[in-house]
Structures are given as C-alpha cells and as structure tokens.
C-alpha cells in the first residue's frame, strides 16, 4: 500500500512548516473579528483537526500497530500554489497563486467553517486570506512537506 500525506521535515510539531498555512487563515479570522463581522466567541471556540506528522513519527506508529512494514519513505516538496520547487516553479504570479491557494484551502476547510461561522462571510474570509498568503510569500518560503510511504502488509521489521 501506498500512502500520501502532508507532514512536516521538523520533529517540532510547533514548526512554521506546517502551521503557518493555518496561521494566516487565522489572522483572516481575527481580522474579521476585530471589525465586527465575526464573532469573537466563535473564534475562539474553533476546533480545525489538523496535524502534519513528521517521517520518524510516521514510522512510530506504523511500527507500534504492528500490522505493516514501512518499505520505503519518502519526502517531496510542494509550493503551496502547486508548483514544484525542485523544478523551478516558484510563486511568481502572486495575484493568480494566492487566488489559487485561498481556493485550496477553501476546498478543504469551507464545509467545518461555514458550520462555525454561518455561509455570509466565507467569500470575504478568503478574499482576506488570499491576501494575507500574498503578502507571506514575498517574505517566506511556501512549500508543503508531503511524505510518501510504500508499506506492506506483514510484521514489523528493522526498518
């Protein structure tokens, strides 16, 4: 079996790799909030369920369920706007790739946010984080740390 997942290269689990996505979906909230357009209450009672495990991690629990070998694991790295950093792509177009990762981010968390925050603000809400990735990328890195691992069924090994 084959498995794909975000994770994170750093053993701290506090990382900017893997939280600073969600840190700028956040500071879109907040925005909100301080201008009266998000309640405060409801913010502060958000619950996003996510968590970028590291490789050792991963192979911890592989190994502690003991139903599997990892064969192989591996990273690769994604630039949150879908272009391959190993080949060159980079965040060039700011305008078109915060638009396209406000979009992703959309399609993964739109459904937990309009249960929290009702439906009328989510196109603000993105608007807002695009914004925000566009002004992160001028300064910082924005690639995804994704781990591929091959497993087979059987009992763990020395891997």
Known sequence: MVLTLLGRRSSDPTSKECCSILGLLS???????????VEEDK???LNFPTYFPSPEEVKAIIRSEGS??????????VNWDGNDPSEG?????????????ANHMRAVSESLLISQF??????ELFARFGERVAEYAV????????LVISVTKG?????
Not at 68 to 76: G, Y
Not at 139 to 146: H, L, M, Q, V
């Open 27 to 37: 500071m879109a909230l907040n925005d909100m909030v301080l201008e009266g357009v």
């Open 68 to 77: 599997f070998r990892v064969n192989q694991l591996e990273t690769f790295h």
């Open 118 to 123: 009702g439906e009328e603000m989510i196109d």
């Open 43 to 45: 913010l502060d009672t």
């Open 89 to 101: 792509g980079s965040m060039t177009d700011k305008s078109s790739s915060s638009y396209r990762i």
């Open 155 to 159: 009992e763990t090994g020395p891997n």
């Open 139 to 146: 300064k910082e890195k924005t690639e995804y740390t994704n």
